[in-house]
């Protein structure tokens, strides 16, 4: 049984949560954060209770520095913050949505890692989470792709920082989360369809196919400096 410790931030949904299910079957001991107390507790009831889970709002500096000094020394850090803002055609997309965009994701990702720096072990791991869209060349993607890839930029300059904290990124395709919900069930489908016709696997991705790629750069003590793709090869059919 493996006892080291993982903290999730952004783990109530979607790939954080599956992530969560995914380190817990093989052993880990896993907290998992989120702003939403209702979310939360959904979260840790779909966790069979298994986890431990805190009310933590990433964007919050103090709050997530009470967090870190709370919770002590762990192993492993998974940073799954999400953002839908600055998607959009350059002609049209607000500069304002592409800062908040920045403010939701990559602002986010950088504080949160750097609270954890004094309580992180050195042989224990952080994970990003980017996306697709900062490496593809998909129209309309402009601003949210640029979010994306400064997140996958900072993961080569950080495992040379860092060392011999090793740390990785997973860059996901179109996956079946609540990231969609501001579609209906119709456009969902017909976007979903669309994006399977073009993708060279033929299907939607599912938050446990990020997962097993969270898991592989957390349990492979030989990865660092990384940004995996788990896109199911979406960035060739564009």
């Given at each position: ?88 055609p350059l002609a049209s997309v607000s500069p304002d949505e ?141």
């Open positions: 049984m493996n006892s080291k410790q993982a903290v999730i931030l952004g783990g109530t949904s979607g790939i954080g949560l599956a992530a969560a299910r995914q380190l817990l079957g093989r052993g880990m001991e896993v907290t998992i954060t989120g702003r939403d107390t209702e979310r939360l507790e959904a979260a840790r009831q779909s966790l069979e209770g298994r986890a431990r889970v805190s009310s933590v709002d990433g964007t919050n500096g103090k709050d997530v520095q009470a967090f870190f000094s709370s919770l002590g020394g762990f192993d492993h850090l998974i940073l799954a913050f999400g953002s839908r803002r600055g998607s959009g592409v800062r908040q965009g920045f403010e939701e994701k990559v602002f986010p990702h950088i504080a949160c890692a750097q609270a954890a720096l004094p309580y992180l072990r050195k042989s224990g791991s952080i994970t990003f989470l980017s996306a697709v869209s900062g490496q593809a060349s998909m129209p309309g993607t402009a601003g949210i792709g640029a979010a994306n890839a400064a997140v996958a930029a900072l993961v080569p300059i950080l495992a040379a920082e860092l060392k011999p904290l090793r740390v990785n990124a997973v860059s996901p395709g179109v996956i079946d989360t609540p990231w969609w919900n501001f579609l209906t069930e119709e456009q969902k489908a017909q976007a979903f369809a669309g994006f399977a016709a073009t993708t060279p696997v033929g299907r939607i991705g599912r938050p446990e196919d990020v997962a097993d790629a969270i898991a592989f750069l957390v349990f492979n003590t030989f990865m660092t400096g990384h940004v995996l793709l788990c896109d199911g090869g979406a960035r060739l059919g564009t």
